[in-house]
C-alpha cells in the first residue's frame, strides 16, 4: 500500500515598500503661488504628508503638517519645505491679490522620488 503525502505551501504575497512621507529626508518642494500669471507675494503655503490629494474641501490650516509664509526674492515669492522623506505630498497655498482685492486659493500634488528639490507653481484662484 502507498501512501501519498500531499503538503500544501501558501504563498505569501509581498506588498510593494511605500514611503512614509515627511521630515527626516534629504528631498525639497519649493512652491510658487500665482494667480493667472501673476506672482501672489502674500501667500502662506501649506503641506499635508501622505496623501495626493485635497484633505478637505473647506480649508482648515488644522488639517495640515506644516506650514510657512512665502518669502520675495528677486520679485518671486516662495516656500520651500526641506527635509522630506520620498512619498506622496499636498501642497496648499492661501493668499492675497490686491489686484482684484480677494483672497485666492489652491493645492497641487506632488510626489517625492528622489532626494532632490521639486519645483512647483501653485495656481493660486478666487475660487468659483
Do not use: W
Not at 522630506?84 to 486659493?105: A, E, F, H
Not at 532632490?116 to 501653485?122: F, L, M, P, S, W
Amino acid at each position: 500500500m502507498l501512501i501519498l503525502v500531499c503538503s500544501a505551501s501558501s504563498c505569501k504575497r509581498e506588498e510593494p515598500a511605500t514611503d512614509i512621507a515627511g521630515k527626516g529626508g534629504n528631498a525639497s518642494i519649493k512652491a510658487v503661488p500665482k494667480h493667472h500669471s501673476k506672482y501672489i507675494n502674500n501667500c502662506t503655503m501649506y503641506i499635508k504628508y501622505n496623501t495626493n490629494d485635497l484633505p478637505s474641501a473647506t480649508f482648515s490650516a488644522s488639517q495640515y503638517d506644516d506650514s510657512l509664509k512665502c518669502v520675495v526674492v528677486d520679485g518671486i515669492p516662495y516656500s520651500t519645505f526641506t527635509g522630506l522623506k520620498k512619498g506622496k505630498y499636498y501642497v496648499y497655498g492661501v493668499g492675497y491679490d490686491s489686484t482684484i482685492q480677494m483672497t485666492v486659493q489652491a493645492g497641487k500634488p506632488v510626489t517625492i522620488t528622489a532626494d532632490q528639490t521639486y519645483e512647483i507653481t501653485v495656481p493660486v484662484t478666487e475660487g468659483d
